[in-house]
């Protein structure tokens, strides 16, 4: 199929802040992506360093008056450039003010030319197929599609050339190790039974395809809050419901997307800190489906689970800890009930992430050294005494910072996959 | 009680963890063996293929004995023959096909069809496909699966069977055809179909409105002039995908009298109805007829005059040309 030239075409949107070092080399990846019509529409969010003249004169970029109508806000566009080459005629770059990831993207909805729409990460690597297997659900259901998603995948330590992994490896760090089995938890359990039950909340924002359509009727990202991916997804289910109209949110149980996780502490923690953020934000924009029969399993099942298991259970967990801590004070504890209860929790987030790490065995089987298989038991059984305190504990700031009205995003330093991995 | 659930955990986890480095041993042997057996199958047929001296029917009988005892090794076999069937052509060709016979592996794959789950069925319907194995009544079920990858590789192997008449399953169609699958037999059509296209306008009144619609476009992406005539009534169907899609065709066709039957439509149309006769207006009309629009079109309807805004830039570019 993918030398179709009947496949509708697809508008991929990166935003790019200050990208000035990788955006070259990232855009350059962008464009080999193995799909026969697409565009690539680049939003430089108001970056203070050369990303958009690095992004002029590489690809030979010319000023594009174009029409576009600001059908979803968006802070104002300087200008539209598209590429005078005949090799990078389907590059589009748009210069804005800054706003936001939102913001950037709403401003690529408001000026891309196709319905079907794509929003990366612009420093991803996508698999070769990736926007071919991303679309089908789109074109193989019989309920309209709004949105579509996958499994994405770290890349840190994976060997990379040309935008494509060559080797898959495990992380070197223990930091990283434990969020491959955290990643595994959450596509090869978590979302891969919410989307049997069509009860997906989320769609990464790394990589995920949406109708624009459906996107512009429910008013595009909101600029509002730092978990922008969740939100859109929540509200675009939310205008189906009320709209009565069938609809589905497709899952593809594949690795499509290849992306770098934080391999320090801090930026970890400003990373959990913010998703907790968002997570809290998206569930009171739309406390109203909560429990609500009408929303069916996103009302029923979907949103009291993230509230209780996402945004309450690190609450309770430290409730439960500062408890224990003042039994411990008064001399009250009850050392068996202690122990006992400790090993049965601790036996069982051991067994869930030995599920996960099965369940990958089984099926897509990508590290393929035998003695990763023994790196990652180890580390599934170290994470709950290293990784879990401080998601915790990053959790709670994030409740915290979120009542004292913290809206940032937080630096995200990435160490940069193309340069770091190439070997 | 924790103590109970905690040992429940905890042996589980450890039986999970056996079985995760099982799994792992028993991947990489068959890694290994599947390696072995690649190559073993690869001479045999080499042998069949290119020995003149070679007893073909006797050494297949003995081949078959001994060395194809396992499933593995039958699904390896299959694969070899696929390969080996890609890449050549004539005798070769048809020498590789008979061997897939006399080692009855044909028999191996009807099982499958009959009992395995259905991502084997898939592959057993595109083995069948690829080696123009003739059991259409053995397939046809297939084209009701509920399962997309099995109803697609069932359509697949009608049209790769097929020699004068591709489409002859649509008859039997009682599900529609999801866009996928209509991508899949135009491709099909396009790309693995040899004989002679046949004429679209005979699906134009299927009971399925996925194939009507499918007809229509295949009337354009195969230039079928002929069809002009038969589609021009469609213009004013009561179904707005049909409608649609005879605009995009007839404008493909270069109707020259579909602008002036636009126009008097527009008002009354639909939003994305109203998107395709932009298109088509700007493709095969005026710059004046697309003014003529403007006056057309509603307060709120934004995206339609952002349509007709690029479409007038566009035509006022392409006539300063």
């Not at chain 1, 199929?1 to 509708?8: F, G």
């Not at chain 2, 710059?287 to 479409?311: G, P």
Request: proline fraction near 3%; charge should be positive; include cysteine.
């Amino acid at each position: 199929m993918l030398q179709s030239n009947n496949l509708p075409a697809i508008s991929i949107l990166a935003p790019a802040y200050n990208e000035e070092a990788n955006i070259v080399e990232n855009v350059r990846s962008l464009l080999t992506v193995n799909y026969p019509y697409f565009e690539i529409v680049i939003i430089n969010d108001g970056s203070k360093d050369g990303t958009l003249n690095q992004l002029i004169s590489t690809f030979q970029l010319i000023e594009d008056d174009t029409p576009y109508h600001n059908f979803i806000p968006s802070k104002d566009i300087n200008r539209v450039y598209r590429s005078s080459s005949h090799s990078f005629r389907n590059l589009k770059v748009i210069d804005k003010k800054n706003g936001g990831k939102a913001d950037a993207l709403n401003a690529g909805i408001n000026a891309c030319s196709h319905e079907i729409i794509c929003c990366i990460d612009v420093d991803c690597i996508l698999e070769s197929d990736a926007l071919l297997k991303l679309i089908k659900p789109f074109l193989n259901n019989k309920n309209k599609v709004i949105a579509s998603g996958g499994i994405i995948r770290i890349a840190n330590s994976c060997i990379i050339e040309d935008g494509r992994i060559i080797e898959v490896k495990l992380p070197e760090k223990f930091i990283a190790k434990a969020q491959v089995i955290e990643y595994f938890r959450a596509f090869l359990m978590g979302r891969m039974a919410w989307s049997r039950i069509d009860g997906l909340m989320l769609i990464s924002g790394a990589f995920g395809m949406f109708d624009k359509q459906t996107v512009m009727d429910a008013g595009g990202y909101n600029h509002n809050t730092v978990g922008e991916d969740m939100e859109l997804l929540v509200r675009m289910r939310r205008v189906m419901a009320e709209k009565n109209t069938p609809y589905t949110v497709g899952f593809i149980p594949d690795p499509l997307c290849w992306t770098e996780v934080p391999q320090d502490w801090n930026i970890l923690y400003r990373q959990r800190n913010r998703w907790t953020r968002g997570t809290i934000e998206t569930l009171w924009l739309h406390r109203k489906m909560m429990f609500n029969p009408k929303y069916k399993i996103l009302g029923l099942l979907s949103a009291p689970y993230w509230m209780l298991f996402e945004w309450l259970a690190p609450i309770i967990e430290f409730c439960g800890i500062l408890f224990f801590m003042l039994l411990l004070l008064f001399g009250k504890v009850n050392w068996f009930y202690v122990s006992s209860f400790f090993l049965a929790s601790y036996s069982f987030i051991v067994l869930f992430s030995i599920t996960a790490i099965f369940f990958e065995e089984y099926s897509f089987q990508q590290y393929k050294r035998t003695n990763y298989i023994y790196k990652l038991i180890l580390t599934a059984c170290l994470e709950p005494f290293i990784l879990h305190p401080y998601i915790v504990w990053s959790s709670l700031k994030g409740n915290i910072d979120l009542i004292r009205g913290k809206k940032s995003w937080g630096e995200m330093q990435r160490t940069g996959l193309r340069n770091s991995a190439k070997t | 009680m924790n103590l109970l659930f905690a040992c429940i955990f905890f042996v589980a986890s450890l039986l999970f963890t056996i079985a995760i480095i099982l799994l792992r041993l028993f991947k990489n042997r068959r890694e290994n063996a599947k390696k072995i057996y690649q190559d073993q199958i690869g001479d045999f047929i080499n042998e069949c293929l290119f020995n003149e001296e070679f007893d073909i029917e006797a050494e297949a009988e003995r081949f078959r004995a001994e060395w194809l005892k396992t499933n593995l090794r039958r699904k390896i076999a299959i694969r070899q023959i696929l390969i080996f069937n890609e890449n050549l052509k004539g005798e070769s060709e048809k020498q590789v096909k008979r061997l897939f016979y006399l080692l009855r592996l044909d028999q191996f794959v009807f099982e499958i069809l009959k009992k395995s789950a259905w991502h084997q069925q898939s592959r057993a319907l595109y083995v069948m496909s690829e080696l123009k194995v003739l059991k259409p009544a053995l397939v046809a079920p297939f084209l009701h699966s509920k399962i997309h990858g099995v109803r697609e590789q069932a359509i697949y192997y009608f049209l790769k069977t097929s020699d004068s008449d591709p489409l002859r399953f649509f008859e039997n169609l009682t599900v529609e055809l999801t866009l996928w699958e209509q991508l899949y037999i135009q491709d099909s059509l396009q790309n693995v179909y040899q004989g002679k296209i046949p004429d679209f306008s005979q699906w134009l009144e299927h009971p399925l409105l996925s194939v009507r619609l499918f007809a229509i476009r295949m009337i354009r992406e195969f230039s079928q002039f002929e069809n002009i005539a038969t589609l021009i009534p469609m213009l004013n169907h009561r179904d707005p995908l049909v409608r649609k899609e005879t605009i995009k065709t007839l404008c493909r066709l270069n109707f020259e009298k579909l602008p002036s039957i636009l126009l008097a439509q527009f008002q009354k149309e639909e939003e994305n109805v109203k998107l395709e006769i932009i298109n088509a207006i700007r493709s095969l009309g005026t710059l004046a007829m697309l003014q003529d629009l403007r006056s057309n079109i509603k307060e709120d309807e934004n995206r339609i005059a952002l349509k007709l805004l690029k479409a007038e830039k566009k035509l006022k570019l392409l006539t300063t040309e």
